[in-house]
C-alpha cells in the first residue's frame, strides 16, 4: 500500500512508499527534478509540497522523501525562481 504522488503542473503520477526518496519517485513518473549539489545547499532542486493541512511548503527534493501523509500528496514543480 502506497501513497499517490502527483507531480504538477505536468499531472504525472506514481505510487510511493513513505521514506522513499522524492527524486527517485519523480523519476518513476516520468518527471525530471533539475539538480545541482544533490546535498540540500543549492535548492536548484525546490519543489512545493502540500502536507495534511494544506499549506504549501519548499523543500529540496533531492533530501526530500516521501512522507506518510498526505494521500495523494501534491509536489509543484512551478516554484518561483527567485533565488
Ligand atoms: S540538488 Fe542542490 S539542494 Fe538539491
Do not use: Y
Amino acid at each position: 500500500m502506497g501513497i499517490t504522488v502527483k507531480f504538477l503542473p505536468d499531472d504525472r503520477e506514481a505510487i510511493a512508499e513513505p521514506g522513499e526518496p522524492l527524486l527517485t519517485v519523480a523519476d518513476r513518473a516520468g518527471v525530471s527534478i533539475p539538480t545541482g549539489c544533490m546535498m540540500g545547499s543549492c535548492h536548484a532542486c525546490e519543489v512545493d509540497i502540500t502536507d495534511q493541512n494544506g499549506d504549501e511548503r519548499t523543500v529540496c527534493a533531492c533530501i526530500t522523501a516521501v512522507p506518510t501523509g498526505p494521500d495523494p500528496l501534491e509536489v509543484n514543480l512551478a516554484v518561483d525562481p527567485s533565488w
